[in-house]
């Protein structure tokens, strides 16, 4: 994300935190990943790395949308940043705080806490170098935070903190966080205590420059893989790198004919391992010689030792039958991915963002495709897309809008069907995102919402709905 020019706005303050209602005292809070006030229903953290802060342009600010039986709306909300009560440091122009977003309960107490990415943060006289920190959860929602260790020989303009994630990753029932930024990659071991934060702290060896990562299961032992897109001369979609646990120590195994990020996982088959989904979005060029014009995604089914390298991935875009739309340049088809079980049928779904795709002449409008999992894997069968113009999708689809530049999905309303969130972060020059409910058939636009960021009081070039966390 680049910076721009400093836009003066009204000031965001601490009273924008919506206080929620406590928990009850006899009930225990669910221990759900997502859950921040634990109240059984999952939640959903969308960042806004361009809000206005206290007069200070893209200091940065994460909005929490609390899911309930009707799922989420507007007014049942956090804000917060780096001006609210108990959290470290102070709003500064260009810190880009939540730029992204992971999510996962720490501390042991029931309650999920969210990590966050400030990958523009100065320190110190270190112009840039970025941060990270974790907000924790309780029975009001997210409040108060600590900062993560940073490693020590970090540069000014490094971005750390641009790619966050959480996972069990050494499989001892802890929560663990990994940071990614410029040339290095950080492991953060759980248990996390508020004072004084992660039992201990590495490098995860010599990666090069990465700025993304992955987490989740795809070995189907408990302990989560972690996955690393790695940037090489001639290629910038790059290496992908795995990180297993064996037991006693991490083990890396390259997917040499694996290319693209961002990625999602989650379990497409079946069959009891989680599947890794990558997004090559970027068209082919000199320097990037893979992929399919307008984007692609790619999807490596796990095993017992995560995805064999050797396997044919599934290859799907929008010149694929079935696939709604066709393959154009700037499509950016697989910019953003989403990975849940929106019919119920307990094969995870595939929802992918391609926020540069053109409606007749309005450009760069965006679009979101779903595509639907099976026991022989991801299928084009039944596959939908949805823009703004789509009848039931509220608003109208306009150039720029990049509708689908974010997308999560998750079960906000507890029916056991994950829904959409996906943002158009240029949505009206602040961003906005859109909420469509899963069904026993997909997703239903009856009932659809847009939360635009003045609607949940953002102010500025707010980019609400860049990120949702994972």
Avoid: C
């Amino acid at each position: 994300m680049r910076k721009r020019t400093l836009l003066m706005a009204a000031t965001l303050t601490t009273s924008l935190l919506t206080a929620l209602p406590a928990a009850s005292a006899s009930a225990a809070p669910s221990g759900l990943s997502g859950d921040f006030n634990g109240d059984g229903y999952l939640d959903v953290a969308v960042g806004a790395a361009g809000a206005t802060v206290s007069g200070r342009s893209q200091a940065g600010a994460v909005v929490v949308l609390y899911g309930s039986a009707s799922g989420v709306t507007s007014t049942r909300r956090t804000v917060i940043h780096q001006d609210s009560a108990g959290v470290p440091g102070a709003a500064e122009t260009g810190d880009l705080f939540g730029s992204s977003l992971a999510a996962g309960d720490l501390d042991r107490d029931g309650y999920s806490d969210l990590v966050v990415g400030i990958p523009n943060e100065t320190i110190g006289d270190r112009d840039g170098v970025g941060n990270t920190m974790v907000l924790w959860g309780g029975a009001s929602g997210l409040s108060g935070g600590k900062g993560l260790p940073q490693p020590s020989t970090l540069a000014e303009y490094g971005g750390y903190g641009s790619g966050v994630a959480t996972g069990d990753f050494d499989g001892d029932g802890d929560i663990d966080v990994t940071v990614t930024g410029q040339d290095r990659t950080r492991l953060y071991n759980g248990p996390f205590t508020r004072t004084s934060g992660p039992l201990s702290h590495t490098t995860v060896g010599e990666l090069g420059t990465t700025h993304e990562v992955t987490a989740g299961d795809l070995s189907g032992d408990g302990a989560d893989e972690r996955i690393y897109p790695h940037a090489v001369d001639g290629d910038t979609g790059g290496q992908i790198f795995q990180f297993r646990w064996t037991g006693t120590r991490y083990t890396m195994t390259e997917l040499p004919d694996a290319d693209g990020f961002p990625g999602a996982i989650g379990d497409i088959n079946g069959d009891g391992y989680g599947d890794l989904v990558l997004g090559d979005h970027p068209d082919p060029y000199a320097h990037k010689p893979g992929g399919h014009k307008g984007g692609q995604i790619t999807v490596w089914y796990g095993g017992p030792n995560g995805p064999d390298p050797a396997q044919t991935p599934t290859v799907v875009h929008q010149d694929t039958t079935g696939v709604p739309g066709a393959g154009e340049s700037g499509d950016s088809f697989g910019a953003a991915l989403g990975v849940g079980d929106i019919n119920g049928d307990k094969y995870a779904d595939v929802v992918v963002g391609a926020p540069g795709e053109d409606l007749g002449s309005v450009r760069d409008a965006g679009m979101v495709t779903v595509l639907f999992g099976s026991a022989s894997g991801l299928t084009t069968k039944g596959a939908k897309g949805y823009t703004q113009d789509t009848s039931g999708v509220p608003g109208t689809a306009e150039s720029n809008d990049s509708f689908g530049m974010s997308v999560r999905l998750v079960d906000l309303d507890r029916n056991g069907r994950a829904d959409l969130v996906t943002g158009s972060g240029h949505e009206n020059g602040y961003g906005m995102v859109t909420y469509l409910r899963g069904t026993s058939t997909g997703l239903t636009t009856t009932g659809a919402k847009n939360i635009t960021a003045r609607a949940v009081s953002l102010q500025g070039d707010a980019n609400f709905g860049w990120a949702t966390a994972r």
